[in-house]
Antibody, heavy 117, light 110 residues
């Protein structure tokens, strides 16, 4: 069964840090590009970050550049998102997604990040 | 990285067809055939329904179809059914491994 499962969300104060994880199974993780996408409460989807299958290339939305870092451990089939200098506007449900045919073809259920004092 | 433009809502009666537009620029929708569409029911994860402008993943009903003309992509749902009531998002590659989503369209089945 092809799936990705996110974890690591929680409540953090502005300026704080959090590390999200995404466990992949049922497909060739080391052969797949991966994404993080977020959705603020009651709002639409926002692409956050991308990483190539071998970790050779990373890209970020302008809104998170310099604060969020995507990484992966192909030996553990795990994707990460290190979140630093968090702002209230980073409050959202964070989805991990697999890339397929230049689309987001497998999605997790998301992990909620709340930035609040 | 400006969001693609979608209508806030569209509606139709069961059996009718509805079309959702997605307007971008020559730097995203108009520049690549990497346009995809996602269906999202309340409190559920998004689901891919169209990729490469007009391709359906296995298991997606053929009443869902996609197209593109210039900087505007479209999703058409033919033979509208009650279970099609959901939010729909377009997405386009925007160069250099970056992506941009539309603001989303709520489809209501009357």
């Amino acid at each position: 069964q092809v799936q990705v499962v996110e974890s690591g969300g929680g409540v953090v104060q502005p300026g704080g840090s959090l590390r999200l994880s995404c466990a992949a199974s049922g497909f060739s993780f080391m052969g797949s590009d991966m994404f993080w996408v977020r959705q603020a409460p009651g709002k639409g989807l926002e692409w956050v970050a991308f990483i190539r299958f071998d970790g050779s290339n990373e890209r970020y939305a302008d809104s998170v550049k310099g604060r969020l870092t995507i990484s992966r451990d192909n030996s553990k089939n795990t994707l990460h998102l290190q979140m630093n200098s968090l702002r209230t506007e980073d409050t959202a449900l964070y989805y991990c997604a697999k890339s397929g045919d230049w689309a987001f073809d497998v999605w997790g259920q998301g992990t909620l990040v709340t930035v609040s004092s | 990285q400006s969001a693609l433009t979608q209508p806030r809502s569209v509606s139709g009666s069961p059996g009718q067809s509805v079309t959702i537009s997605c307007t971008g620029t020559s730097s995203d929708v108009g520049g690549y055939n990497f346009v995809s569409w996602y269906q999202q029911h309340p409190d559920k994860a998004p689901k891919l329904v169209i990729y490469y402008v007009d391709n359906r993943p296995s298991g997606v009903p053929d009443r869902f179809s996609g197209s593109k003309s210039g900087n505007t992509a479209s999703l058409t749902i033919s033979g509208l059914q009650a279970e099609d009531e959901a939010d729909y998002y377009c997405c386009s590659h925007a160069g250099s491994y970056t992506w941009v989503f539309g603001g989303g369209t709520k489809v209501t089945v009357l």
